[in-house]
């Protein structure tokens, strides 16, 4: 016991009723929500990093937060592992995920790097033997250290290129060990800050490569999780290369990928791309891609990935409507990509910010599960296409362009606009909030 958390109870669902603050109001694990537990459908992970390694820095202003195990060595290490395995226990969140450089200490080279990993490895494998938190997917911080600073896979030299497949290799066999579900890529600075300097066409081509080298290594040692991309549009570089679901799909397309790798797709990055989160879900699933998500929150007049805990359980209801449509979750989940504000310092901000956030998604799936399983929206929704359904509809996608036209004359067409009834939706989308 790291006695950081002490005073604060084990989280229970109370009900919507309940002013504890240390409660749950909607996520209820064992309620039943489209024929699972919530627990299974929501699969929710608390992010290693936000919680347990981000000190507080803006780019104003340096640590605010202090945390016991804040410093360097093993010793520390292993006290964040025990201090985050207590916060998942409190919780009682069923995943976790991690950076390498979240839970080892950096070494003075790859090696002792290596060597810590594998150290930490072991012990949070020990400690997953004795509490409930399992890896929703592990990653590897190809960021922070300036070694990456003209990227990891699209590095103009080729040396960082295998010092990245040295990282990558190291985490994903982390990964595989710890029974991860998930392998994430996150391009991190796969992108570039002005084209002056920068082959375009030559950095594209190798992160294609070696996103095939990690599937291909994936497939040797027998990793069975998805391998994730997660498209971001900018930030740390003015231009990523996986700016969104879109150019993330014609990329894995271009590689023959696309059987291969999925999507984890966060909210805050669907914004920067002038999206809306729903939509990117809905393209990944429309696409066959959709693999997890990053839930967190954006501030809507920064332009940065503020990466706040969710609070708005009608805007995340969009989201939660398309995953249950499309299926739920296989090996993905919602994973906390969110972080305290720098002014929230204890111990019971890190503990409700994710109350919080349960809460909010909890709140949101059982709104879009009764919209969807009313089926009233999907009705209407299929009602608007019901012309396809015809045979004349169907043999005209089979045919040429010259038969779709003469159809025109044949048949006398003329067409006759109808409502797209977007309010009429809207009210009833309310309706279930
Ligand atoms: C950064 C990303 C990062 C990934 C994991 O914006 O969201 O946190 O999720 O590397
Ligand atoms: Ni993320
Ligand atoms: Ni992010």
Redesign the pocket.
Known sequence: MTGYFDGIPAIRYEGPQSTNEFAFRWYNPDEIVMGKRMEDQLRFAVAYWHSFAYQGGDPFGGQTFERPWFGDGMAKARLKADAAFELFDILGAPFYAFHDADMRPEGATFAESKRNLDEMVDYIAGKQATHKARLLWGTANMFTNRRWMSGAATNPDPDVYAYAAATVKANLDATHKLGGANYVL?GGREGYETLLNTDLGAERAHAGRFLQQVVEYKHKIGFKGAILI?P?PQEPSKHQYDFDVATVYGFLKDFGLEGEVQLNI?Q??AILAGHTFEHEIALASALGIFGSI?M?RNDYQSGW?T?QFPNNHAEKALAFYEILKAGGYTTGGTNF?AKLRRQSLDAEDLVLGHVGGMDTCARALKCAAALLESGELEAIRKDRYAGWNGKAAEDMLKGTLEAAAARVTAEGIEPQPRSGRQERLENLWNRYL
């Open positions: 996150w997660e971001k966060e805050g990055h990053d967190n990935d990466d990509d």
